[in-house]
T-cell receptor, first 112, second 112 residues
Framework: ETGVTQSPTHLIKTRGQQVTLRCSSQSGHNTVSWYQQALGQGPQFIFQYYREEENGRGNFPPRFSGLQFPNYSSELNVNALELDDSALYLC???????????FGPGTRLTVL | KQEVTQIPAALSVPEGENLVLNCSFTDSAIYNLQWFRQDPGKGLTSLLLIQSSQREQTSGRLNASLDKSSGRSTLYIAASQPGDSATYLCAVRTGGGNKLTFGTGTQLKVEL
């Protein structure tokens, strides 16, 4: 069974640029959630996708958007990057109605 | 709005000591509570999941308890080892969907 994978591992961008982060869910999991973790903080919920539709969103502006594909993999897109977007971005997958979430290793985004 | 607090923020103990990490949450209407471990710059590893109807869960040297009515959970680590050094995060699932609300974590250091 393959766990949750994320790419890339690290990314450096400049203010105003756009970025796409990718996540492959654990085998059989159809729900993907994205979290942002700033240094020294707990992860903050960005949004969740279930069967290719957004199914819940946290307190993040519209420039944070996402997609889920038929194979349940997912993308997080961030437009007009700001310095405060520098963080570890975590993806988690779970089963429909399932209780436990399984996290990937994260993508470290640095915005200069 | 659910808020999760973890005390202490940091803890340093000698090897072999038993220790307790605390987590409190403001909204007792939770579906479950999950404890995670996070190594520096890495993703989250799920340690224990407690359903709202359960009082405790055990895995090896770890025991987590839940008192939903008082909004508290504890993670007990027996016979601590240097390899237990990491940040421990608790998270609660509240309401619909799989959104988790995290605390800011307890940074544990176990010294030889």
């Amino acid at each position: 069974e393959t766990g949750v994978t994320q790419s890339p591992t690290h990314l450096i961008k400049t203010r105003g640029q756009q970025v796409t982060l990718r996540c492959s869910s654990q085998s059989g999991h159809n729900t993907v959630s994205w979290y942002q973790q700033a240094l020294g903080q707990g992860p903050q919920f960005i949004f969740q996708y279930y069967r290719e539709e957004e199914n819940g969103r946290g307190n993040f502006p519209p420039r944070f958007s996402g997609l889920q594909f038929p194979n349940y993999s997912s993308e997080l897109n961030v437009n007009a990057l700001e310095l405060d977007d520098s963080a570890l971005y975590l993806c988690a997958s779970s089963l429909e109605g399932g209780n436990e979430q399984f996290f990937g290793p994260g993508t470290r985004l640095t915005v200069l | 709005k659910q808020e999760v607090t973890q005390i202490p923020a940091a803890l340093s103990v000698p090897e072999g000591e038993n220790l307790v990490l605390n987590c409190s949450f403001t909204d007792s209407a939770i579906y479950n509570l999950q404890w995670f471990r996070q190594d520096p710059g890495k993703g989250l590893t799920s340690l224990l999941l407690i359903q709202s109807s359960q009082r405790e869960q055990t895995s090896g040297r770890l025991n987590a308890s839940l008192d939903k009515s008082s909004g508290r959970s504890t993670l007990y680590i027996a016979a601590s080892q240097p390899g237990d050094s990491a940040t421990y995060l608790c998270a609660v699932r509240t309401g619909g969907g799989n959104k988790l609300t995290f605390g800011t974590g307890t940074q544990l250091k176990v010294e030889l």
